[in-house]
Each structure stands twice: as C-alpha cells, then as structure tokens.
C-alpha cells in the first residue's frame, strides 16, 4: 500500500493503524482462498488477524468494502500484463515467444489471484459494476494492446484486412481470461499444466497472425 491511508471517518491512520489495516486484508485473502466469499464474516476476519470487529469497521464499511480493496490492488498488478503484449512483433519466430509469454503471464497471474478473482467474477456476474469495472480495468488493457497488434500486421499486409482486430483481440482475452480461471478442471480432463501452455499459445498465434508459429 502506498500513499496516505485513512479510516472510514476520514482520519489518517498512522504506521500502526496501517500494519493494521494490512493484516486484516491479508488475513481476508487467505480466508477467501479456503471459504466461500459470502461466508466470510467480519468477526472471523477480525478474530483471525488478532483485533476486534470494532477495529475492521474503523478501515472498511463491511467485508465487501475490504474485498474491494484487495481487488483494486489486483487490478494495478493486472495492468502489468499490458507489457507482455506492448510493442511486440508478432513475425516469425517472435510471435511464438509472444504468445508462449502472453499465456504464462495470464496462467500464472490467474493462480495467483485466484481467490479473489473468483469473487470479482461472480460480482461482476451478478450485475456489480464495481466488481466489473475492476474485471474489465484488468482485460481492457491488454485486449487494446492485441488490438494495435493485430492492426500492425494489417498494414504490413500480413493479415487479411477483412479481420477485425477489436473483435479478435476481444475474443483471445476472453479465451486467456477463461481458461486461466479453469486450470483445476483441465487437470481433471486429464490435461497437464505443461501441455495446456503450449496448446494455449497455438491458438493465440493462430488468432493473432492467422498462421501456424515458427518455433
């Protein structure tokens, strides 16, 4: 956390008051990692970081103000993923190495954030355009990014102009954005971690340059 932090009633908290803060977020990932986000109570997050309810409602106006916090940190990490796209050539042998490092950043920010996303998704599912803007904040960048991609290789006449690249970029994160969500239930399909990556990256090639990689 960085800048000033302040409690529910304007003050700002001091070192203290801010490892506080810090330990109850924490302490409410871990909770949200092993129990259902709608079980999740005040009283248990409190009790866990060694404090009192008294004390969590001094830096969050309930449970699902503390998860908006901890989901709004997520999404400045999720900005990082832009990078993996921005500026990068998607011709020959470059391409591949592109898609390979596009797949293993949304596989392994997904495993990561798994718990809290799991939340955002079913927020944003449900209607909560809070939840959704922080999904959509975390896509939003990247799908832009694959977007400029796919345009680049149009006007270098690599790429059928009859592709739209909004469409296109919009569908591969979509994908990437599901399939990193889903990684439990390919291991119970019987498929490894280490054959998804590479099966992933193919159909992200393929989308992007509309040919086979050059490895």
Known sequence: MTGQVRTVDGRVAGRRGQA????LLD?????????????VK???????AGTSPATFYQYFPD???AVLEIAEEMAKEGAG???LVAGRSWVGKSGWQAAEELVDGFLGFWRKHD????VVDL???EGDKRFYKIRMKILNAVTSSLTDSV???QSKGKLDKDVNPAAIAGSLVAMLAAVASHQKGFQSWGVKQAELKPNLALLVHLGITGKKPTK
Do not use: F, H, N
Not at 20 to 23: I, M, V
Not at 28 to 36: A, F, N, T
């Open 20 to 23: 506080t803060r810090q330990k």
């Open 27 to 39: 302490c409410l990932s871990e909770m949200l990692s092993s129990s259902p986000y709608r079980d």
């Open 42 to 48: 005040v009283i248990d997050v409190a009790r866990k």
């Open 63 to 65: 449970v699902e103000g």
């Open 81 to 83: 993923l832009t990078a």
């Open 115 to 118: 718990a809290i996303l799991r």
């Open 123 to 125: 927020g944003a599912a």
């Open 151 to 153: 345009k680049e290789l």
